[in-house]
């Protein structure tokens, strides 16, 4: 019998083969303060140093683009060593921007940037170490935005469940939720869940008519993996 067919199969029309989560595991990446002085850190992450900072500002694009402002708070959930971070920090108001990761070498990586940058000091982050996406652990905060930019392709199916789980949990009323590179997604996830799916975006121009997603550093679709991008929303929200 043949496997169920993914959004992305449906939205296409055509089968396309299931990708495995990503090959990095991430839990095992150590970063010395060496390292962290060199920049290792960013070999880790798809693109490597050349792509870098392209792909982090492109975030920051995406994210406006959605409609992001700068009073918004937003729960960057796998922020690695601030790819983007340092440029979504710089983008928000002071204590907007909280980025988590279960990676602890990351989180340091992230806390030594911002003290090396009195303007995103200022700006007052929140970087926390968190296993599982527990974001009981964020308290009582709740957020108008959660990005998960290349996070859960690299995830097994359990801890994608343990994602959407606890998301309803820490999303603000009416905030929304992005997921990138989410040709894996299945309806049955958001199942007896109160969060729903608002928008899928298949395309570049779905996201920015006219865009040359290349120039952010990414391989042009359909080879690229960065879509199907998802909008997920508490169920009871109304439309944007």
């Not at 083969?17 to 850190?41: F, M, N, Q």
């Not at 601030?82 to 907007?96: E, T, W």
């Not at 008519?209 to 169920?235: C, E, H, K, N, Y």
């Amino acid at each position: 019998m043949p496997a169920e067919r993914s959004l992305r199969d449906r939205l296409f029309g055509r089968w396309w083969p299931r990708r495995p989560p990503g090959r990095y595991d991430y839990d095992r990446i150590r970063l010395s303060p060496a390292d962290i002085e060199a920049k290792a850190y960013q070999r880790h992450l798809g693109g490597g140093a050349e792509q870098w900072d392209r792909r982090g500002r492109f975030q920051v694009f995406m994210l406006r683009a959605l409609g992001l402002e700068p009073a918004d708070r937003l729960l960057d959930a796998g922020c690695g060593p601030l790819r983007a971070g340092i440029h979504l920090i710089d983008a928000l108001d002071a204590g907007r921007y909280c980025g988590i990761d279960f990676n602890a070498d990351f989180i340091k990586t992230a806390r030594f940037l911002v003290g090396a940058d009195e303007r995103l000091a200022a700006k007052a982050p929140r970087l926390e170490c968190i296993s599982g996406f527990d974001f009981t652990r964020l308290g009582a905060v709740r957020f108008d935005w959660v990005l998960a930019f290349s996070v859960l392709n690299h995830c097994d199916e359990p801890t994608r469940r343990s994602f959407v789980t606890n998301l309803s949990g820490v999303l603000a009323p009416r905030g929304t939720a992005v997921i990138t590179h989410a040709d894996w997604f299945e309806e049955s996830l958001l199942a007896d869940s109160p969060l729903r799916l608002d928008r899928v975006l298949l395309t570049p121009d779905d996201l920015a008519p006219g865009i040359d997603i290349t120039a952010w550093g990414f391989s042009p679709a359909p080879t690229g993996r960065l879509f199907p991008m998802l909008l997920v929303r508490q169920a009871a929200a109304a439309p944007r």
